[in-house]
């Protein structure tokens, strides 16, 4: 008798989209666009029974001409369209107002947030949920979910600060690895971004430019590849397989040795 598998927890998806947009722009400008990011809001996404996408619309600054602002407003509702026409996406407008000496500063969108997430722990319509932001101002909100007993899921960039990560059940970094998986295809083909991979060592062809050994024991190289890659590879030791090594290969070895710090936290001196 066919005995259908056990349905996993309804997971919701909370998304701060002036987080996700600092940390979209940082990647960009590591690694040498100057383009307007695309997401792939289903590959963001997947996963979740629902998502929802919170962003603030900025008031015009003194400075600025009524024909900017109505591009860069144009260019919002266009995002929020976009977000909205995706299967299981929800998107919703704060506001923004420009102060000095600070900056922008959201309106109504940490509120938005914190009501839905408390209302839909409630109701009982999640049994986990995922909030990305790296805000230290969600950390009350943290609090109370995991009070009433709900899992929360920090979905944070590096610099998140070490009181909203405990507050969080379990953490995810929002990483290199983690942002190119949420860009767009058109976009990641022209990003400067390196492409990783691990398994058995395939260096056949290129030639040594360096080599050492990590602090925890592992060997490491550098090499470029016959087409003119560069290339930094390192043993992967446990839990993968015997003999496997993670290899990072770009174009530039600026952006093959940022990757290997952001992504996995590896630092070469050569």
């Known amino acids: 008798m066919y005995t259908p598998p056990y349905p996993s927890p309804t997971a919701y998806l909370f998304v701060d989209g002036g987080a996700l947009a600092t940390e979209i722009g940082e990647l960009v400008a590591r690694y040498r666009s100057g383009e307007v990011p695309k997401y792939d809001w289903s590959r963001l996404g997947a996963g979740f029974s629902k998502c929802f996408y919170y ?18 407003l144009a260019v919002h509702d266009e995002l929020i369209d976009e977000i909205s026409a995706t299967d299981n996406w929800h998107a919703y407008d704060g506001e923004a107002r420009h102060r000095r000496k600070v900056g922008l500063e959201q309106k109504m969108v ?38 009433e007993g709900m899992h929360v899921t920090l979905w944070h960039g590096n610099k998140a600060s070490r009181d909203l990560r405990r507050a969080a059940d379990s953490l995810r ?38 080599a050492g050994q990590s602090e925890n024991g592992f060997q490491w190289r550098h090499l470029l590849s016959s087409t003119g890659d560069q290339i930094l590879a390192w043993e992967a030791g446990p839990p993968y397989q015997k003999d496997s090594w993670f290899q990072i290969t770009g174009r530039s070895l600026e952006s093959v040795r940022l990757y290997a710090e952001d992504a996995y936290g590896m630092t070469f001196e050569f």
Not at 56 to 71: D, I, N, V
């Open 110 to 147: 940490d509120v938005m947030i914190a009501v839905d997430m408390l209302r839909h722990t409630h109701k009982g319509n999640m049994a986990r949920c995922t909030l990305l932001t790296s805000d230290l101002d969600f950390k009350p909100l943290v609090d109370a979910l995991v009070q």
């Open 173 to 210: 970094p929002l990483n290199s690895i983690a942002l190119a998986q949420i860009l767009a295809d058109d976009t990641l083909r022209r990003l400067d971004l390196p492409q990783a991979q691990v398994g058995l060592p395939t260096f056949d062809g290129c030639f040594l430019q360096a």
């Open 55 to 72: 962003d603030a619309w900025a008031h015009q600054k003194p400075s600025e001409t009524e024909e900017a602002y109505t591009a860069a």
